[in-house]
């Protein structure tokens, strides 16, 4: 090869190397705007575990039933903060999560905030309610969808899945597989939210 042409193939190389870092600055900005858009307005550390959105996403209507055969949809939560997991009795990763999400609503649920539990077991109510009671859960409440359409409309094709809604019905984040959902990180986090949520109204 040319002393040209060594040249000009340094030269290239140093451009693409240029192009790769600014590419690389790029992303990471993107990746940090989508915490910060979260974090830097009060509303604390995201949990490391679950990825949040760029932007809050809209959702898809679902339907599903309570222990009572009411049927409900997420409007039903709309002006809190629900975090939505989906899961089923023979998941052996949902059943044991469950404890955890039991510990969440007791410690953070109320006016603002909802663990909302939704099972796709086929068998319905009654699968549901002898797991509850067999492993001590105390403080979720009993929703299903028989026909499954709600994780599929969600997009939710693994199990568990959870997603992080905001109180204006909007997806901020989802995590596909389980979780400590009692754990400090994603207490405080979820506080936070709730606190700054509080002081915006």
């Known amino acids: 090869m040319t002393r040209k042409g060594i040249i000009v ?31 830097n307005s009060g509303s604390g550390k995201p949990p490391t ?4 959105n760029e ?24 002006g809190k903060f629900v975090l939505l997991n989906i899961w089923a009795t023979w998941c052996a990763p949902c059943r044991e999560e469950m404890p955890t ?10 006016p603002e905030f909802e663990v909302v539990a939704l099972s ?20 979720l409440s009993i929703y299903v969808d028989q026909t499954m359409k709600a994780s599929t409309d969600l997009g939710a094709y693994g199990l568990p899945t959870t997603l992080l809604i905001s109180p204006e019905g909007l997806e901020l984040g989802r995590l596909a597989g389980p979780a400590t959902w009692d ?19």
């Open 49 to 52: 575990m679950m990825p949040l």
């Open 183 to 201: 754990s400090a990180e994603t207490i405080s986090f979820l506080r936070a939210l709730i606190t700054q949520k509080s002081k915006e109204n």
């Open 101 to 110: 999400l039991d510990n969440l609503q007791q410690q953070l649920g109320g």
């Open 55 to 78: 932007k809050p996403r809209s959702l898809k209507p679902i339907s599903f039933a309570n222990a009572e055969g009411d049927d409900l949809d997420l409007s039903h939560w709309r």
């Open 9 to 39: 193939s340094l030269l290239i190389a140093v451009l693409v190397g240029v192009v790769l870092i600014g590419f690389s600055r790029l992303f990471n900005a993107e990746q940090d705007g989508i915490s910060a858009s979260i974090s």
């Open 120 to 139: 796709i077991d086929r068998a319905g109510v009654g699968v549901v309610e002898k797991f509850y009671k067999k492993i001590g859960i105390k403080h």
